[in-house]
Nanobody
Framework: QVQIVESGGGLVQPGGSLRLSCTSSGDPLAHWAVGWFRQFPGKERESVSC????????YMDDAVQGRFTISRDNAGNTVYLQMNSLKPEDTAVYYC?????????????WGKGALVTVSS
């Protein structure tokens, strides 16, 4: 069973960078597709990016294209979301989730979320 833990959230100035990390205290993430999602206040959760267990990036949201990068460590057990050129509109709770495949109707395992605040 996967138990997701996100880390790396916090306060950053516009134009700055943060790197979020996603790990599992249970079944290693190397066996799973892993996605990053974000939820703005009062809005539905939306997909940011997703990576298959092979390391193939199946999705990157247009709003973050060219600014955010999803990656895995060499063992595949840690998944990162590198966020550059951050904008105030990127402020959200960011969630890591895992399942067998990207594009699933609902990812099976979710972290508690990490708050990212972009403000000067």
């Amino acid at each position: 069973q996967v138990q997701i833990v996100e880390s790396g959230g916090g306060l950053v100035q516009p134009g700055g960078s943060l790197r979020l990390s996603c790990t599992s205290s249970g079944d290693p993430l190397a066996h799973w597709a892993v996605g990053w999602f974000r939820q703005f206040p009062g809005k539905e959760r939306e997909s940011v990016s997703c990576m298959a267990s092979s390391g193939y990036v199946t999705y990157m949201d247009d709003a973050v294209q060219g600014r955010f990068t999803i990656s895995r460590d060499n063992a595949g057990n840690t998944v990162y979301l590198q966020m550059n050129s951050l904008k105030p509109e990127d402020t959200a709770v960011y969630y890591c989730a895992a399942d067998q495949f990207c594009g699933h109707s609902g990812m099976g395992y979710w972290g508690k979320g990490a708050l990212v605040t972009v403000s000067s």
